[in-house]
């Protein structure tokens, strides 16, 4: 089991404690996520000679900030894990056909260059690190991928790939809107300013900004759709834009991971924290240090729901479109999970906590 599940059991409770294969899997995946999306990414541009696209602390909270554009060399994912098959209810709206389904003769007709020989797609379990392989080659189709566990005590498995989600926005938002009370009935009964408001809170709700597209719009809609139909899952989105990790599921907790630069202040309260935790310094937890010594590190923090996001009375509804719908909860310095770019990590690592608490992004 990947050391993040730690993490992960400090939030889930002791449900989430011992033999459960589901949040092995996820945890795992999330753990892949890091280096594949975040570091790895992040010598993509050193390689490039170009500049990491660092979020500033004011632009950390979904909805604070818009982000300017893609970045070509940050490693993009979008993987949605089932606890057990889809719903047949949300079949419509998941395009699941023989033709995706994730076969080795599917696969050779997605993509002339995917090579997928010595490799059984079917046979894989997410939870060993044997599927990275085969995810480092699909991920790159920028198609959301479906694993789901087809029994209970089953491994989760790849079931499809290119999966779309087919869903009109408008009744995404409708849907939002009648649940916390913004809307009575139609969706434009109060015109259509009103509805570019609450479409922006839309998104802000699944952690994304409120000009959100794509497959963030699709991540969006998955984990409104799997929730309502009271399916555990997590829904997983690592994005060109923003340059940061979304994780979606069942919870009440929405979390990101992102690359952040320190600065001399926060590299102390680093170095403090972490010789308060066991560290002899802060090399576990460091991932390198750019051209000004500066740290890059690798960065959780954890979103709840504000009050405007819980409900609404129609008398404050208008004031309560402009408040910020996400507050953070908690922020974290994680250790680094590879020792490939790790400054100074020896044997003793391996008996720190997997986090530190960090105060970065909050106001005091």
């Known amino acids: 089991m990947s050391d993040f599940s730690e993490l992960d059991r400090h939030f889930a409770g002791p449900a989430s404690a011992g033999g459960d294969q589901f949040l092995s899997a996820r945890d795992r995946l999330i753990e892949f996520l890091l280096g594949y999306s975040l570091i790895e990414s992040y010598f993509s541009f050193v390689r490039a000679r170009k500049a990491y696209p660092f979020l500033p602390k004011t632009s950390v909270v979904p909805g604070s900030a818009v982000p300017r554009g893609e970045h070509r060399h940050q490693n993009t994912a979008f993987l949605i894990l089932l606890d057990a098959p889809l719903p047949s209810p949300l079949i419509k709206h998941f395009r699941l056909r023989k033709s995706n389904r994730v076969t080795v003769q599917n696969l050779r007709q997605f993509s002339a260059d995917l090579v997928i020989d010595q490799i059984d797609p079917q046979a894989l379990d997410l939870a060993s690190p044997e599927s990275d392989d085969l995810l480092r080659r699909l991920l790159p189709l920028d198609y959301a991928i479906l694993a789901e566990r087809g029994h209970p005590g089953g491994p989760l498995q790849l079931s499809n790939c290119h999966v779309k989600i087919e869903r009109l926005t408008d009744n995404a938002i409708r849907e939002l809107g009648l649940d916390l009370g913004y809307i009575e009935r139609r969706l434009f009964e109060r015109g259509e300013d009103y509805v570019d408001a609450l479409e922006a809170k839309f998104y802000e709700y699944y952690g994304f900004p409120g000009n959100a597209s794509g497959r963030k719009s699709a991540a969006a809609m998955a984990a409104q759709m799997l929730a309502k139909a009271g399916a555990r899952f997590t829904v997983l989105l690592a994005n060109q834009d923003d340059c940061r990790i979304t994780v979606l599921d069942d919870g009440a907790i929405i979390t990101q991971y992102m690359l952040i630069r320190l600065d001399r202040d926060d590299t102390a309260q ?40 819980r409900g609404a009375r129609r008398s404050d509804a208008d004031r309560l479109l402009r408040e910020p719908w996400l507050e953070i909860v908690d922020e974290w310095i994680l250790r680094v999970p590879t020792a490939e770019h790790v400054e100074g990590t020896d044997d003793s690592a391996a008996g720190l906590p997997v986090a530190l608490p960090f105060v970065w992004a909050r106001l005091p």
């Open 270 to 309: 680093l170095l403090r924290t972490a010789r308060a935790f066991g560290a002899a310094d802060a090399g576990p937890y460091t991932v390198i240090r750019d051209g000004r010594n500066a740290p890059i590190v690798l960065y959780r923090v954890d979103f709840a729901r504000a009050a405007p996001a």
